[in-house]
């Protein structure tokens, strides 16, 4: 059993910033790409930003020079800063983890979402 767990999410002004963090726990061998991704009332889920496991980065354009996706490999977790937050910021925020388990099974886990919520 592997799971994902998000925190950090909330109700923040336009402009500000908020820290959105997951966390994997269970029979966890290793954990391979990470990543952030988003949806909004309506649309799509979409790519945020994401992290490999040798810590290369990607961005959606629509937030780069404003995030920053980082991860801890000893605790087996992903964060994601994000400033100058913008309405159209607004969604649903959800982590996903290729995650090999203590079997030797390769699984695309993902967290249950935090709301962000950009609005004064």
């Known amino acids: 059993q592997v799971q994902l767990v998000e925190s950090g999410g909330g109700l923040v002004q336009p402009g500000g910033s908020l820290r959105v963090s997951c966390a994997a726990s269970?029979?966890?061998?290793?954990?391979?790409?990470m990543g952030w991704y988003r949806q909004a009332p309506g649309k799509e889920r979409e790519l945020v930003a994401m992290?490999?496991?040798?810590?290369?980065?990607n961005y959606a354009d629509s937030v780069k020079g404003r995030c920053t996706i980082s991860r801890d490999n000893a605790k087996n977790t992903v964060s994601l800063q994000m400033n100058s937050l913008k309405p159209e910021d607004t969604a649903v925020y959800y982590c996903?983890?290729?995650?090999?388990?203590?079997?030797?099974?390769?699984?695309?886990?993902w967290g249950q979402g935090t709301l962000v919520t950009v609005s004064s």
């Open positions: 269970g029979s966890i061998f290793r954990v391979n790409d």
């Open positions: 996903k983890g290729q995650i090999i388990t203590t079997k030797f099974r390769l699984l695309e886990v």
């Open positions: 992290v490999t496991g040798d810590g290369s980065t």
